[in-house]
Structure formats: structure tokens, C-alpha cells
């Protein structure tokens, strides 16, 4: 079983839209996908309602995901870890406890754009629009990941 973990700063809005498209796209008896913020403060709620509504409109339902703060067993856990934003990044690789971990973090819109460190943008102060955005792009980077993982993985 190969484990993918999407980290985003409050796991309300991006990751767990990333959450639920990757999962979408890969097979659930040899893939397992979950979520995770760098805060607290959203431990054990649903997420952003508005992520909910997007993810409804694309035909995903993701209104049963809690949110929960990652933990240093998660690198250990898991076989990938995909972030959101530059910040993300850097607040993740320091919670690494070693470089083999570090070296399973990666920028999720490097998938898109190798090194040129593109952010996928927290939409929570915004509106729907937003959330839209965000869900086309973690769609498209999704895409890639998902076909990556299936070639590795066979």
C-alpha cells in the first residue's frame, strides 16, 4: 500500500481538496490518501465549507474528512508528502527528523512547474472563486501525480 499525504497550514481548504481529487484518482486497494495542516486550529472540523461546495460541484464528496495537525509519525508513515505553498515547505522539512523524510516532501505545483516554487493559494480569505481556482489547479497537479505513482507503482 503506497500512503500519500497532502499538508496544508490549517488542512481546511487545500489539502483536503487534494485530498479528495487524488484519492479520486487512483485505485483505493493499493493507494491510501489523507490530509493533514501545519496548525492546530481546525483539528476535528470538516472542511471550509466552501472547499465542500466545490468538491460537491466537481462530483466529490469530501464533507467527511476531519481536520488534523500533522505529526512527526507521518514521515514515517507515509511515502510521499505533497505541500501546498513555500511556507508549508519550509515549516514541514524542519519537522523532518532525518533527510530521508525531508526527501519525501515535495511542492505539490512542482508537479506542474519543477522548481519554480509556485504556490497554490490559500483561498480562505477570499471567495468561492477561489476555491475554484485552487481546485482546477490541485486537479491538474493531481493528474500528474496520479499517473507518476501508477507507473512507479504497477
Known sequence: MVKILMVCLGNICRSPLA?????FKLPTDKFIVDSAGTGDWHVG???DKRSVLTAKNRG??????????LKQSDFEHFDHIYVMDTSNLR?????APHAEA??????MMDEIFPGQNVNVPDPYFGGQEGF?????MLDEACELVAQKLLKEHA
Open 19 to 23: 485530498e479528495g481529487i487524488l484519492q
Open 45 to 47: 472540523h470538516q472542511p
Open 60 to 69: 466529490l464528496d469530501i464533507s467527511c474528512q476531519k481536520a488534523r495537525q
Open 91 to 95: 515549516d514541514v522539512t524542519q519537522l
Open 102 to 107: 525531508k526527501a519525501k516532501v515535495k511542492l
Open 132 to 136: 475554484d481556482k485552487v481546485y482546477d
